[in-house]
């Protein structure tokens, strides 16, 4: 089993970025996937979450209206188009796809920073 994740980077506040991540290997479809997102010197959060199949989404009251999850339904694969960054954003930003276990990428760095 593999999760990537891709698309981080450095951005200005009030900036956007778009992470990516791809999941494969799996011998049951995963139902649900989701992005976390961890700071420095705090608990990794949950950031947003979709299901596979409806398409349900869950947000942070933090990023509510700022950022959307999308997944793409011909794989096994989501998005978090991020906008109006602020330097809150800034943490290594975690996906993962859960089947009855969770199974994580390694992170990519997101940096709001002037």
């Known amino acids: 089993v593999q999760v990537v994740e891709s698309g981080g980077g450095m951005v200005q506040p009030g900036g956007s970025l778009t992470l990516s991540c791809t999941a494969s290997?799996?011998?049951?479809?995963?139902?649900?996937m989701n992005w976390y997102r961890q700071a420095p010197g705090q608990e990794r959060e949950l950031v947003a979450k979709?299901?596979?199949?409806?398409?349900?989404?869950t947000y942070a009251e933090s990023v509510k209206g700022r950022f959307t999850i999308t997944k793409d339904s011909r794989k096994i694969a989501a998005y978090l188009q991020m906008n109006e960054l602020n330097p809150a954003d800034t943490g290594v930003y975690y996906c993962s796809a859960e089947t009855s276990n969770e199974y994580w990428g390694r992170g990519v760095q997101v940096t709001v920073s002037s």
């Open positions: 290997g799996f011998s049951v479809r995963p139902y649900a």
């Open positions: 979709i299901t596979l199949i409806r398409g349900t989404t």
